[in-house]
């Protein structure tokens, strides 16, 4: 529907020329377009002649909740955006009132830490292609994902939408969603650029952090999106920069991603994050979203009156501002339009197929982390003829929570659904609440007493909790996992250590279940845990795909994308950094010691490390060897499935500097590649790694460098289970 409508700004002049450019089919990946540069600038040179001020400026700011300015005279039309990174939202109307009655539900992927956990690039661009399909057929020219800001500390609200603490995997996991998404004719937008790593006055915190964690560990991620990648739009972040808004900063916008990373796409705003006309209009920023405006209190808001609105007009005409810098924002833009094929006939997209849910369930498959397992996973189904599942989390469903990244999903299979869906009549599945999601949540002494009584005899018992996103769908009730919030503490909520203890006194075989967007603090119970799994937000068919793993129809293989400290006190962002979590003046002290960086780097032992995750197999490596040849070093390992099932590895290649003049990490992440192998099946591995895999960011002399000397490469299963290492010398 929404597409008929914007062929009908077809009826605008489009001189011939742009015809072939309309008839093309869905957007080819960003090579082929690049090859087609000549005639989209062309094109765009054309429009330009053709655009007066007005309409320029018009295309510069929000004409809608989620619309850019669109000029039907010259039938260049808005450009339509929906969040967000795992699934396209529900439709908001074009001034923030929910259209009812809609077609609008989606395929609600599993969040960012999952598709991380994978470790699979192949599902990073699966996971892209979904997220396309589906935001094509809404009618979308931009889905507001992937979300890569890097999870430095565990109580950051969105980290559950992001991927990771490393910038290696988070380069690798997001050039796969971005093609994904833009193989399917729709631009993605990498967000939020840069230094969004919490939510505490995100629209005023500034960042303030050297230039080797800033080029070694937050930029990596949007690096790769726009040069391997071809991201077209990136959104700049809410947060202040060295003291600049990243929506005002040249420094960022204009020096960093468009001049050395070469963006050549359009930066979007962040809603509201636009503070002052002259700023914005002398930065790169090149689209204003959202405004400071009161939105609803006004109504519809006068979307002229935006910083980047009508006042421009007047500030060209009395000369205080060159036309050129509106000139080249509007490029952007229409440089976009051509990329999605925005003029021309679009291909159809696809709304909530059986081969969307398929991927959402392999994502789900791949991504649940086995933390702990003293033989008691996985469960014996014909030995289960009662099972006892307690934990409100059981049958919670997230998709509809968290802030921008809400879904209305499609369906969402809750653990218990996917226990009874698996188990069917063969077993009596029982269900205890355990404890009460609510903002007064504490333990209830009757709850646990009735979750006690059930698991004490039963066959098998499932405890299922962990984080929530919020207590209803509302902004207003977001806690822990969900935007403009923090956690105040790596504590389970609602009084579950007391149950899980309960729990674990009553039936010590109890598997313990944790839902959630990252690290939680176990210590009073992990010791007595004899299995553990990590299920993040496991998105529509989570359930299912929990069920086959704890009852051994499918082997684990996710692994860690961020580190679980023991306590909130041993991570990096709340010990080395100088400033408090809570505070405008966010100072990264821990600078590049991020995650694992830290933890091994200082040798503080993590509750479970970065890329850890167990099998019900195991795995062999043997015969490493370390070649170097002009630039490239080359790292062969084989790897054997030494166990009794099948399963997948993922087998991690991390790089040491023995003897760097400066700091370096103990270990930095370089490779990586998951292999599935039948029992007894070998496989050998070849990585080949550049010298870019040696360097460090020479603050000093604002390059990259490769400093000689001997290096270890470490080749394991985790960043602390190495198995085979070997030096060679640069
Ligand atoms: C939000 C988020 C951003 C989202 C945008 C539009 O405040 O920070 O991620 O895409 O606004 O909803």
């Not at 039907?72 to 259209?99: A, F, N, Q």
């Not at 649940?368 to 469960?379: E, F, S, T």
């Not at 790897?639 to 009794?644: A, K, R």
């Amino acid at each position: 529907m929404i597409h008929s409508l914007k062929n009908y700004f077809l009826l605008g002049m489009l001189a011939l020329p742009f015809l072939f450019l309309a008839c093309e089919g869905p957007t080819a990946p960003v090579e082929e377009a690049t090859e087609k540069a000549p005639d989209i600038e062309a094109a765009i040179d054309s429009l330009m002649s053709q655009l007066t001020l007005e309409e320029k400026v018009h295309m510069i700011h929000a004409s809608s909740a989620f619309t850019s300015g669109g000029v039907e005279r010259l039938g260049i039309p808005e450009l339509i955006m929906s969040d967000g990174p795992h699934g396209v939202r529900h439709e908001h109307g074009r001034d923030w009132v929910k259209d009812e009655g809609v077609r609008d539900s989606s395929t609600y992927l599993p969040v960012g830490t999952a598709l991380a956990a994978t470790w699979n690039r192949d599902l990073g661009y699966a996971f892209g292609s979904v997220l396309g399909s589906e935001a094509n057929y809404r009618g979308k020219d931009i889905i507001l994902g992937p979300g890569l800001n890097i999870i430095r500390s565990p109580l950051n609200g969105r980290n559950f939408e992001y991927l990771t603490e490393d910038p290696y995997l988070n380069a690798e996991m997001t050039v796969g969603y971005i093609k994904g998404v833009q193989d399917q004719g729709v631009a993605a937008c990498a967000k939020h650029f840069v230094a969004n790593n919490l939510e505490y006055e995100r629209e005023q915190v500034n960042v303030e952090m050297g230039d080797r964690a800033l080029y070694e560990i937050y930029l990596p991620g949007f690096k790769a999106a726009v040069q391997e990648g071809g991201v077209y739009t990136v959104m700049a972040a809410y947060n202040k920069f060295r003291g600049d808004y990243c929506a005002h900063s040249e420094y960022l916008l204009d020096g960093i991603l468009k001049t050395e990373f070469g963006f050549d796409g359009a930066v979007i705003s962040d809603w509201n994050a636009v503070k002052n006309t002259m700023e914005a209009v002398n930065a790169g920023i090149d689209l204003e979203m959202g405004s400071d405006l009161p939105m609803l209190a006004m109504g519809p808001p006068d979307y002229g009156k935006f910083h980047m609105g009508d006042t421009v007009v007047t500030l060209v005409n009395n000369g205080t501002v060159d036309v050129a810098l509106v000139d080249k924002k509007v490029r952007r833009l229409l440089r976009t339009m051509y990329r999605i094929n925005a003029f021309g006939e679009r291909e159809p997209g696809a709304y909530n197929t059986p081969e969307h849910q398929r991927i959402a369930r392999q994502i789900a498959d791949e991504a649940i982390v086995l933390l702990k397992n003293d033989g008691m996973l996985p469960l014996e189904q014909s030995a289960t003829k009662t099972l006892a599942v307690v934990g409100a989390n059981a049958t919670r469903k997230h998709a509809g929570a968290g802030g921008s990244s809400q879904v209305k999903a499609f369906y969402e299979v809750t653990p218990l659904d996917g226990l009874q869906n698996l188990l069917g009549e063969g077993t009596a599945v029982s269900y205890a609440e355990g404890y009460t999601v609510s903002r007064e949540g504490g333990s209830d002494a009757d709850l646990i007493a009735a979750a006690v009584a059930q698991v004490k005899d039963a066959d098998a018992a499932i405890y299922v909790g962990g984080w929530i996103h919020g207590f209803t769908d509302e902004w207003n009730d977001n806690a822990y996992d969900a935007e403009a919030t923090d956690k105040e503490s790596m504590e389970l909520p609602f009084g579950q250590d007391e149950l899980i203890e309960a729990l674990l006194a009553a039936n010590p075989n109890t598997v313990i279940v944790l839902m959630g967007g990252g690290p939680i603090d176990m210590r009073k119970w992990q010791g007595k845990a004899k299995s553990i799994v990590q299920a993040w937000y496991p998105g529509m068919e989570g359930g299912n795909a929990l069920a086959d793993i704890l009852f051994g129809n499918l082997n684990p293989s996710g692994k860690l994308p961020m580190t679980f400290p023991v306590k909130l006190e041993d991570s990096p962002a709340h010990k080395l950094a100088v400033t408090g979590f809570e505070s405008l003046e966010q100072n990264y002290t821990d600078g590049i010691f991020v995650g694992y960086r830290y933890f091994d780097s200082y040798e503080v032992a993590p509750a479970f490390a970065f890329g850890h995750g167990l099998s019900y197999t195991s795995f062999g490596y043997d015969n490493l060897t370390i070649t170097k040849e002009d630039g490239t070093v080359t790292v062969s390992v084989d790897v054997t499935n030494t166990g009794d099932v099948k399963g997948a590895e993922v087998v991690q290649v991390y790089v040491k500097d023995d003897e760097a003049n400066l700091e370096r990490p103990a270990k930095e992440l370089k490779a990586f590649q998951k292999i599935k192998l039948e029992p007894g099946a070998s496989q050998s591995l070849t990585f080949e790694l550049d010298e870019d895999a040696f360097s460090y960011y020479d603050d000093k002399q604002n390059k990259w460098v490769l400093e000689p000397g001997t290096f270890t490469i470490l080749v394991g299963s985790s960043s602390r289970d190495i198995r085979q290492e070997g030096q060679f010398t640069w």
